[in-house]
């Protein structure tokens, strides 16, 4: 079904055209609710004389930044634009020779003889541009991927050394997402310094030369060229106050077709028929956008033919005048010639210098949220350094420990007191939301307590050197990372290899000790290439596994860890019954005397044999003790397990008979949805 495109009103500043589709579907422009999206008003606000005053703090950074990556490019290509301004301006004078002399009195032989050596001079000249050109090109062809690498490294780098709890931030997230369009723009930027450079030398150098050839022949240039300039202006302004309407359609094109090839989106786009539906809404879309696109063409076209009228007439004004001087013997031939050339020129390079002064503009905002967020990562970076932890594990003892998360009013922890003993398997059992993650996030060092104290052998958290808390945990979470590389690296990605450890043979034979122990060798033997299969469906050549393998390979990495602390939250929950058995078994047994297991999951079989239990509710600790006590005291623990066990009809068989087992609901049996 084709949808009828509705067009609003002109497209300003604040009221963007809205397709019908963008309105059925996401209720109405899909904005982004980030950093740059800001840009797209802001940049309509840009006038030029705002934009050369602004220009050297926009460029500042990146400059700093070539500066920094590469001087002897950045200086090679700033003498080079500069060598270049010069011989355009010495170009002009030797033509005005030239000029001067074939204009000259004698005979035609006699003339082109003289002006001999000023031509040579003027090819000497060209070709020392030409140089100088490709030397430029070269330099800056050797700056730009540079600068990119070191912005996107910079970038990179923050956002890895900062706190979770930054990451978890809305408005840090907002920076970070902004800020990732800095590095190819901090690379576009350098291309457009270098242009803006390039053509304001030619520009002065040019205006100099008509200074020295007349007084009156810089005003007549300005006469000619302004009104190419204003267009060039004018059709950028336009541009971005189209770009603002066009990118909420592209944005909403874009994420229409995401979803009509995505994989998680396949079933449904073809057994519920969305794929027809969402296609119509794509064509309405698209649609959408090509009408804007040709409204700016139009107006693109309109504007350049008016700029060009106007700078006619001002040629006409200005040749006229000219040829007033020329006549009345106040300018000479030769000059009035080497005039023409020069306004040529200098109109070209003004309209030129315009286009890549916006251009710097727009990419240097792009630049400016990634220098916010440097800053901004700098300061909520994990700090480094501290109290180093003893060598040997003991305790990690929590008193007291309150934990809010910076969105939410209620406390995720609250005065949660616990201790976890070397040798020892701890589980956290509660109902969803009841803190246990969280709890998990605290030992892994991950947030720190708001108030209360965690300490490591009696070393608090928030002095400690946090590199070494982290050092030793090992975080096994339901949703770990399903690396895109090769099996092994998968698992000895565990404890990254220092260099040259990297598949040398130890490590090889830890992989394998660690696959067996979880299961994962015998998911290893039936990949096509055993440990060197890649494990990313995105790939040709590579090998998907399902949930459950995923999750061996997950223990595996656990276990390859090696760490003092392992955190496991919610292990198993994709395993088959034999395999989960197997998995609690194998958890268990990770348990050593310098190491400690500290087990999350609502599976109530496998934390029967922890040594201790601790029941979290509302984000508070409300019991504690072996399985055998919380059955014998019938509390919350009680109830969990037999709820669970009902459902397999043993319950009865526990202990704790006293507790109030809630059965499961039976359908109505007049229930339209149940057949
Ligand atoms: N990143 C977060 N930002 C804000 N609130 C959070 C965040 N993570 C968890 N919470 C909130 O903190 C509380 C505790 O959540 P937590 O994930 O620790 O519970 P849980 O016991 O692990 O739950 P589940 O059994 O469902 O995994 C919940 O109210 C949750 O909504």
């Known amino acids: 079904m084709r949808l009828r495109v509705r067009l609003l009103k002109r497209p300003a500043a604040a009221d963007p055209a809205v397709s019908e589709s963008e309105r059925r579907l996401f209720g109405g422009p899909l904005r982004y609710d980030a950093g740059w999206a800001n840009h ?18 926009m460029a500042g950074g990146t400059l700093r930044l070539a500066w920094d990556t590469d001087r002897r490019a950045l200086l090679t290509v700033a003498f080079a634009e500069a060598g270049q301004g010069v011989t355009s ?3 002009l004078l030797v033509l005005s020779r030239v000029l001067r002399t074939l204009f000259g009195a004698g005979s035609a032989a006699d003339r082109l003889h003289a002006a001999l050596p000023a031509l040579a ?3 000497l000249v060209a070709v020392l541009g030409a140089v100088l050109a490709s030397w430029s090109t070269a330099a800056a062809g ?10 996107h490294e910079q970038y990179l780098k923050a956002a890895v050394e900062v706190e979770l709890e930054a990451i978890e931030d809305g408005e840090f997230r907002r920076l970070l997402d902004s800020a990732q369009w800095g590095p190819p723009s901090a690379r576009r930027t350098v291309g457009a310094c270098v242009a803006t450079l390039g053509g304001l030398i030619s520009l002065v150098a040019t205006a100099g030369v008509l200074t020295v050839l007349h007084p009156l022949l810089l005003p007549m240039l300005l006469l000619i060229a302004a009104p190419r300039g204003w267009g060039a202006m004018r059709v950028a302004q336009r541009r971005y106050l189209s770009m603002m309407t066009w990118v909420e359609h592209v944005r909403a094109a874009r994420l229409i077709g995401q979803l009509l090839i995505s994989r998680t989106s396949a079933p449904e786009v073809r057994v519920h028929g969305v794929g027809r539906y969402l296609l119509g809404h794509y064509r309405n879309m698209a649609e959408h956008a090509e009408g804007e696109a040709t409204r700016l063409a139009r107006d693109k076209a309109a504007t350049e033919l008016l700029a060009a009228a106007l700078s006619g007439v001002a040629a006409l004004v200005t040749y006229t005048a000219m040829g007033l001087l020329i006549v009345t013997g106040r300018m000479d031939l030769a000059v009035a010639g080497t005039a023409v050339i020069a306004v040529r020129t200098g109109s070209a390079s003004l309209g030129a210098l315009v286009a890549t002064t916006n251009t710097l503009h727009e990419e240097s905002l792009y630049v400016r949220d990634l220098e916010r967020f ?11 350094g501290g109290v180093p932890l003893p060598e040997r594990l003991g305790t990690l003892r929590l008193e007291d420990v309150s934990f809010r998360y910076p969105d939410r009013d209620e406390p995720a922890l609250s005065g949660v007191s616990l201790t976890i003993e070397a040798g020892t398997v701890t589980a956290l059992v509660g109902e969803n939301g009841s803190g246990k993650s969280t709890l998990v996030k605290l030992l892994a060092g991950l947030h720190l307590p708001d108030t209360g104290a965690l300490t490591w052998d009696g070393v608090d958290v928030r002095e400690a050197d946090r590199e070494q808390v982290f050092d030793r945990v090992s975080l096994l979470t339901q949703d770990f990372e399903r690396w895109p590389v090769t099996a092994r690296t998968n698992i000895a990605i565990g404890r990254p290899a220092a260099g040259g450890e990297d598949g040398s043979p130890e490590q090889a034979a830890d992989v394998a000790a660690a696959a067996r122990y979880a299961g994962a060798d015998q998911v290893v033997e039936k990949l096509p290439h055993g440990y060197e299969t890649l494990l990313a469906r995105m790939f040709r050549g590579a090998s998907e596994l399902s949930g459950g393998q995923w999750q061996k390979f997950g223990l595996a990495r656990t276990r390859f860890r090696d760490a003092r602390v392992l955190v496991v939250d919610e292990p198993t929950s994709a395993l088959d019954p034999e395999a989960e058995i197997a998995a609690f078994d194998s958890i268990r047994g990770l348990a050593g005397p310098q190491r400690a297991v500290v087990l999350v999951t609502h599976r109530m079989s496998g934390v029967r044999y922890a040594d201790v239990i601790y029941v979290l509710h509302e984000g508070r600790l409300v019991e504690r003790g072996s399985h055998e006590e919380l059955l014998a005291r019938g509390g919350r623990y009680a109830a969990m397990f037999r709820i669970q066990a009902d459902q397999y009809g043993d319950g009865a068989k526990e202990p704790g008979q006293g507790v109030p087992i809630p059965r499961r609901a039976a359908a109505p049996r007049n229930d339209p949805s149940v057949t």
């Open 374 to 384: 440097v800053a901004e990562a700098g300061r909520r970076a994990v700090p480094s």
């Open 40 to 57: 797209e008003y802001a940049q309509l606000e840009s006038r030029l004389l705002t934009t050369l005053r602004s220009m050297p703090r």
């Open 121 to 123: 001079a003027g090819a």
């Open 142 to 151: 050797r700056l730009e991927p540079k600068v990119e690498r070191a912005a």
């Open 89 to 91: 301006a010495a170009g």
